[in-house]
DNA sequence: TCAAAAGTGTTGAACATACACCCATGT
DNA sequence: ACATGGGTGTATGTTCAACACTTTTGA
């Protein structure tokens, strides 16, 4: 490298969301190291010499999560350089977000003391950093792509009702849908979802269709948004 | 910085993006300085050890374009670091997405032999490093974010017609829209222009309302897409 | 038999497309 | 006068929210 080129270190910093327990929440870790020491913060570790950055996320993601079959959306959201965010000296930090089904418990890392869910609205004041920022671009950028993508599935199981779908909506955007219109939305949209073999009876009621995500892209998605209150129960 | 910490080069890269003789352009230069010396690449350069990355995008952007007091929209589209893509050494490209209304010629930046707007069509075939890629996320960046947002308008001068605005959609996504039904979405939609003082003739016929782009966000932005190829006349 | 959830039908309102038509200027 | 593009009115078709209603299970 020429002697005139200025050096960072590069990172990466992972935001991975899930619902859980009716809410939006995060993976945070508790810092076992210095700087923010025993403070919470978001997965993440340096780039190593020789690693692509999306390969470092996902070994951070199969670190924190424990999950070596990790069937969960991965995708860069930003990078935040501001001098002085790392008090170690100039670090660029290359974020992530992921999304995962509900998960069991994540094991602590190798440099983290613990490691645990947290709701996203209770996450912010805790975090080292400039995390806090970092996680809310990461909300701000699923609840977006919630509306034109079929990207709610990856927080789902391999196969899932349509029931389990529509609450990862009402989850994450805090509102609630029509389940008749939903299902009809959803299961009109030509490779949104594609039925699965089988029914479940683990929501109650009647036997819900399983459903699996499709294999290609949706041509034009849906675009669900707010819409819905009532029912005439 | 501790040592243990790997270290990278940091480089800012900027796809500028402008309609021009009824084509979406973006400019290029010809590099003047190893590696890849006489090739095409997009404008870009090393972060300075202590600045901001966005500042380091606008510096770039002003250098490369000549434009001091420039308005333009710029925002960050990805970032890039695969080992190798670089001959010098590991380097980490922040690739910047910008929006320009069509700019008298831009001047030669200090290490370009040459800057010049080329179509983005013709010019993937040119460019060195991975700039191809980053080329191709960016115009697919800004053409889905016609979709969804009043972005056009980045495109135009400080006022402009509505059927200024509508060229820009009909070059950057190659479609023909009805003039008066994009021109009826377009008023209607609360903040995404509004009516600037004066009228003007330069497109010919009955004179044309100038418009500007409104302060505030738009709420629900129109969402355009292909449409219309009829007319009556 | 009842509660609870899945899934289908139907209707009125909102919106989009297509196109007839009038307006205001330059030549 | 007439060509050119700006802008409004309006009919028809599509989509969407709301909600009545039937289906199929567990308790």
Redesign the interface.
């Known amino acids: 490298?020429?002697a005139d080129?200025?050096?960072?270190?590069?990172a990466v910093d992972l935001v991975i969301l899930t619902v859980r327990e009716d809410t939006l929440m995060a993976l945070a870790i508790r810092r076992g190291i210095p700087p923010f020491k025993g403070q919470w913060a978001l997965p993440g570790g340096?780039?190593?010499?020789?690693?692509?950055?999306t390969a470092a996320a996902r070994r951070e993601l199969a670190e924190e999560t424990g999950l070596a079959d990790f069937r969960a959306h991965l995708e860069?959201l930003?990078?935040?350089?501001?001098?002085g965010r790392d008090p170690?000296?100039?670090?660029?930090s290359?974020a992530y977000l992921a999304l995962a089904p509900d998960l069991p418990l994540p094991s602590a890392g190798s440099d983290a003391a613990a490691a645990q869910w947290m709701p996203v609205d209770a996450m912010a004041g805790e975090l080292a950093f400039d995390h806090p920022q970092i996680l809310a671009d990461a909300v701000e950028r699923a609840r977006a792509k919630l509306e034109?993508t079929p990207l709610a599935a990856a927080f789902c199981a391999e196969t899932f009702t349509i029931a389990e779908l529509r609450h990862v909506y009402q989850v994450v955007w805090g509102v609630e849908l029509d389940p008749r219109n939903f299902h009809r939305k959803v299961t009109s949209t030509r490779g949104f979802v594609i039925p699965a073999d089988g029914t479940t009876t683990r929501d109650g009621g009647r036997p819900a269709q399983l459903f699996s995500v499709g294999p290609g892209d949706v041509l034009r998605p849906p675009?669900m948004r707010p819409g819905t209150v009532g029912d005439d129960r």
Do not use: N, S
Not at 46 to 53: A, K, N, S
Not at 78 to 83: E, I, K, M, R, S
Not at 88 to 92: C, S
């Open positions: 490298m020429k080129i200025p050096l960072a270190g590069v340096f780039v190593l010499p020789d690693e692509d950055l860069q930003a990078t935040y350089g501001t001098p170690r000296g100039r670090v660029i290359v034109y675009l």
